[in-house]
């Protein structure tokens, strides 16, 4: 499993940052390997956090490739301030259930 994890600095939204980010997240969950996502907002920073977990990278690039992402991305600056993303490969979770997170897939362990 891998994910892709967008920590920005959020500006004010308009409809047609609503429009971008709406249309991006359907389409993602559409692609075949897509498996879930979440977002976090910490309040003290300011900082937003979007998270969304592929079964491979060529499902992450999927989204990455879509007209509609490259089109958001050249306009950014708009809605988002500083921002950094986070491609990693999940080796293992684990956990209690029940935090809202049941949504979240478990990573096979590899060791």
Known sequence: MYTSTF???AKPYDDEFHRFNDEIAARARVIPGFLGEEEW???T???HAEIYYWETLEALHQLIGMPVHKEA???HERWIGPYRV???EVLTTYGQQGLGLEHV????ATA
């Open 105 to 108: 897939p478990p990573a096979a």
């Open 7 to 9: 920590i920005f600095e």
């Open 41 to 43: 907002h910490n309040e």
């Open 73 to 75: 991305k050249s306009v």
């Open 86 to 88: 986070v491609i990693a």
């Open 45 to 47: 920073t300011g900082l």
